[in-house]
């Protein structure tokens, strides 16, 4: 039932983590234990559609249900969904109740609300706030990594080191990346590292200087270790914006997110602590781009290096605090759908093989340049997303002439090349390649699920607590409450 293996992965690596979380980690902490190592996992527009859609998704295809099942008999949760504390944060900030991923992460990591788009300053910009990840790598001498499936100099891993008043500061971001003295990086390529007009000392260039190697493959990261002191981790394989690649387009050779957790426990370990920063920022791209599919495999990813810390937590039951959190909904995601009512067939995005961005870059692209028919075009979209333009009517893939009427329109547009503009079409594609955009649209609500935006949404997210000082993370409280109950429970000012 599986469509590939990386799926059987994620349901091995699920049953592990949820056998070894059922031994050591229920209510193995006091309240008043203070942990010596820290995980703290973000899913980027993580919010509870984007992990009960990839739980729901989990039982649908387990159960092996086809497309003509209307019933699941249940869902498979993710590890992180059975920690022992489940708390909730509200996510608005100073500019609005759908905030961006800079302004959440500054409350997250230094408990100040600020507008969206600032990293670590208050609203007059004028003020800078340290991050939790300092005060511990200062004042307690910890070590400190910093992880994420999107660029290292992206808003959330930077709210971790940086203080700008833009979050589009790439090379300054990348300036205090090295000064921030942290030791271990890893992730999707640093955006800008020349500078915004490429004419500035590279970042990569001036990382020995400052004590850091940077490390560019697969191989040479395998060789890693403590002993090699600072380290920054470009992934190998970089694919869209230079981030990591979605998992639904990963090769199953390359290293996923979890590898790189691995490795920076690797590299972290020691006897005072660590705090280890793990972003999974590619479940908010395909959200805002409404590709269901993609997030559903991103969250999995995330749910894989998670499971990552659950193995390093059960050998260091009584000092490991692990947290997984969001920072905002993205795209307002929803199970269910006007056009299939009660009914969902989660099952079917098992069907799409490729992300919409990888469709974009490896089909669309070439449409255009040899003028494909809609024809062979429907060939390309029934292999890689499943949807059928002819077949049995039971079969929920098979596309309805009203569903045929929108692909059509969607690959007349795309195939025109003209801008798509005004409110219709702007509600109908986003900002997106028309036909990539309607095509996932089309499999999602097959699906039976939904997105109500193509921006960040307003729900509140879910704070997952498990191991030393897990109970202070009970409840329903603001997301700078987040860092107030970190800094309180670790002890730094
Ligand atoms: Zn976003």
Known sequence: ?????????????????????????????????????????????????????????????????????KILDGNEYLSFMKFPVAGSAVTYDSTSFCPDSASTATSISTG???YSGVINMDEGLTRKYESIAEKLHRQKGWKVGIITSVNLNHATPAAFYAHQPSRNNYYEIGEEMLNSGFEYFAGGALLKPAGPDGDRASIYDLAPGRGYRIIRTQADAEKVSAADGKVILVD???????????????????????????????????????????????????????????TIHDTLA???????????????????????????????????????????????????K?????YDS????????????FDDVLKDVEKLFGLKAEGDKEDTLVLTDWEMKKLRAAYD???????VSG???????????????????????????????????????????????????????????????????????
């Not at 690649?245 to 920076?264: F, I, M, P």
């Not at 490729?354 to 990888?358: K, P, T």
């Not at 490896?362 to 028919?373: E, I, P, Q």
């Open 236 to 294: 190998e394989h970089l694919a869209d914006s230079d981030a990591m690649a979605y998992e639904n387009d990963r090769d199953g050779d390359n290293w996923a997110l979890a590898d790189y957790v691995r490795k920076g426990i690797e590299v972290l370990d020691n006897d005072r602590g660590f705090f280890m920063m793990v972003e999974g920022g590619k479940i908010d791209w395909a959200c805002h781009a409404n590709d269901a599919g993609s």
């Open 302 to 352: 995330l749910a894989d290096a998670v499971d990552v810390a659950i193995e390093f937590a059960s050998k260091h039951p009584d000092e490991t605090l692990i947290l997984v959190t969001g920072d905002h909904e993205t795209g307002g995601l929803t199970i269910g759908f006007a056009g299939t009512d009660y009914d969902t067939y989660m099952a079917n995005l098992a069907n799409q």
């Open 362 to 373: 490896d089909y669309v692209a070439g449409y255009r340049k040899n003028n494909t028919s």
């Open 354 to 358: 490729i992300s919409y961005a990888r």
């Open 1 to 69: 039932m599986f469509h590939s293996k990386k799926g059987k992965s994620h349901i091995l690596a699920l049953t592990m983590g949820a056998l070894m979380l059922a031994a050591p980690m229920t209510g193995m902490a006091r309240a008043d234990e203070t942990p010596r190592y820290v995980f703290l996992f973000i899913g980027d527009g993580m919010s509870y559609p984007q992990f009960q859609a990839a739980s729901d998704y989990l039982g649908a295809v387990r159960d092996g249900r086809g497309t003509d099942d």
């Open 112 to 114: 100040h609300k600020t």
């Open 423 to 493: 409110q219709e079409e702007y509600l109908l594609y986003g900002t997106y390649e028309p036909l990539s955009v309607t095509i996932t649209h089309l499999l999602n609500n097959k699906s039976g699920i939904n997105f109500a935006s193509y921006a960040h949404t307003g729900l509140p997210v879910a704070v997952f607590a498990s191991g030393a000082g897990q109970e202070k993370f009970e409840g329903f409280y603001d997301n700078t409450a987040i860092y107030a109950k970190m800094a309180d429970l670790l002890g730094v000012k």
């Open 413 to 419: 547009k795309t195939m025109s090349g003209a801008k």
